[in-house]
């Protein structure tokens, strides 16, 4: 029998172990949304400005689902369907230079669809930065709550 070989692939994150309230002995729950590609213009070259390219959203939210657990209705959620629609018209209406910029504003437009969510990890990546390396990906994760 062959040995045992174990492999472990980068990710860039694990749900579980996001956003834990510090307050809080149990960390909240969450709704994970990753892989969310879509195109978009951001940038500051020339060719970016005029352009879009390929990008993809990774997306934690932290929310209560004690009662969706247990009712099993769509109300007591939330719609990440309506989620994804923001993010889209965000990347198709911003436009901005910086991808960072462009992270802060989908979480301000995520914050806007229900206000059931607490908080959230975003992380917005260039599928095609340009730059002469040879680089999967160029991207920036940020963490906001909601205001009180």
Same mark, same amino acid.
């Not at 949304?33 to 005029?50: A, Q, S, T």
């Not at 990440?80 to 990347?91: H, K, N």
């Given at each position: 029998?062959?040995?045992?070989?174990?492999?472990?692939?980068?990710?860039?994150?694990?749900c579980a172990d996001l956003m834990t309230d510090r307050?809080?002995?149990?960390?909240?729950?969450?709704?994970?949304?990753?892989?969310?590609?879509?195109?978009?213009?951001?940038?500051?070259?020339?060719?970016?400005?005029?352009r879009a390219q390929p990008l993809q959203i990774d997306l934690d939210l932290s929310v209560d689902l004690v009662a969706a657990g247990s009712s099993d209705a769509l109300t007591d959620t939330v719609d990440?369907? =309506?989620?994804?629609? #923001?993010?889209?018209?965000? @990347?198709r209406t911003a436009q901005p230079e910086l991808l960072e910029r462009? &992270? =802060?504003?989908?979480? #301000?437009?995520?914050?806007? @669809?229900?206000?059931?969510?607490?908080?959230?990890?975003?992380?917005? &990546?260039?599928?095609r930065p340009p730059v002469p390396h040879d680089l999967a990906s160029s991207g920036v994760t940020i963490t906001r709550r909601r205001s009180a």
């Open positions: 029998m062959a040995g045992n070989l174990s492999v472990k692939l980068p990710a860039l994150w694990n307050d809080s002995a149990q960390p909240p729950d969450q709704i994970c949304l990753h892989g969310l590609r879509m195109v978009g213009i951001v940038g500051v070259l020339p060719e970016e400005r005029v990440y369907g =309506a989620i994804c629609d #923001a993010l889209d018209e965000t @990347v462009l &992270a =802060a504003q989908l979480a #301000a437009a995520v914050f806007s @669809v229900d206000p059931r969510i607490d908080g959230l990890q975003i992380s917005v &990546a260039k599928l």
